[in-house]
DNA sequence: AGGTCGACCTGGCAGC
DNA sequence: TGCTGCCAGGTCGACC
């Protein structure tokens, strides 16, 4: 589900609400979502752990902790973290409840349990932020960047900006959008695309994640923030799941196909 | 090296 | 109403 606008959404409002806050118990009501450790071991390592601050790398939140120690959690696909003023009920889909210092609650919610948390002295010890690839919106990626390594790649580049050890933090979703207004065919393959289409990717690709940022993200089915309020982007939202939809800019209908086992949506006439 | 597919899960929705 | 099948924002590992 999140991608990376709904990841920084979340985190933004998290370091905003919790940090200097303090984990005090800690209940779960669903291990499988402990990637690293038991419910006992997560307790023991949290309590009394202060969050200095709240990061995020790609579409992982990661909490920092006091004592050189992290949480990182990843909701892959619905996977929510809210946090509540201590009164409100265990929901259906929570699968742990953080009580902090402050007498409010850090709700874990994950309808279909995909998420996973890890608490690690060394980011290193989780596997995929060891291969990860680099923050497309922290001044490292530019079009020579971009110029470089997509000469490198033979692939479909709809499913290249789907690689996390590519570019972090693009999903299914802004991985259609970008492409849309970028006017790129989704099907191109990387090493083929001409100079203009390189520049015109890097903008898209800026200017998707900035704009989607600005709209607190998409909820297109379970995303909620930190307050469980949905994002607004879906109302800006040009291709993706509107198949067979007029395009906003020709009136074509929209195509869907299927690339690595995932939809993709896009204007056959836009996006040649 | 790159691709494709199934697995991991629950639940909403369309169609019959 | 209720059943079936399909689909879902992510990633991993097996296999070709």
């Known amino acids: ?19 200097r806050d303090q984990f005090a118990f800690i209940k779960v009501f669903d291990s499988r979502v402990l990637a690293n450790c038991t419910e006992k071991k997560l307790s023991k390592e949290l309590a009394g752990e ?26 892959k696909m ?18 742990i409840i953080f009580q902090l210092a402050s007498g409010r609650n850090l709700f874990y919610n994950d309808q279909r349990l995909f998420g996973r948390l890890w608490v690690v002295k060394d980011l290193k010890e989780v596997n995929f932020l060891r291969a990860i690839g680099p923050e497309p919106l922290n001044g490292v990626v530019n079009p020579l960047w971009l110029t470089k390594q997509l000469k490198l790649r033979e692939t479909p580049i709809k499913v290249l900006l789907l690689n996390q050890e590519f570019l972090a933090g693009i999903g299914n979703i802004y991985a259609s959008e970008i492409l849309f207004k970028a006017k790129i065919n989704p099907k191109k393959r990387a090493n083929r695309l001409r100079a203009l289409e390189v520049e015109s990717l890097y903008r898209s690709i800026v200017s998707v994640l900035k704009e989607a940022i600005d709209y607190r993200g998409t909820s297109m089915r379970n995303y909620r923030d930190s307050a469980g309020q949905k994002g607004r982007f879906i109302d800006r939202i040009r291709v993706y799941n509107r198949e067979g939809e007029k395009c906003f800019i020709c009136q074509t209908p929209i195509t869907r196909i299927v690339q690595g086992a995932r939809s993709t949506f896009f204007c056959r006439r836009c996006q040649k």
């Open 1 to 19: 589900m999140p991608e990376l606008p709904e990841v920084e959404t979340i985190k933004r409002d998290l370091h905003e609400k919790i940090c």
């Open 78 to 95: 619905t996977g929510q973290l809210i946090v509540g003023d201590g009164k409100e009920e265990k929901g259906k889909q929570t699968r």
């Open 50 to 75: 202060k969050i200095e601050t709240v990061d995020r790398r790609g579409k992982a939140v990661i909490f920092r902790l006091s004592h050189q120690k992290f949480l990182v959690v990843h909701l």
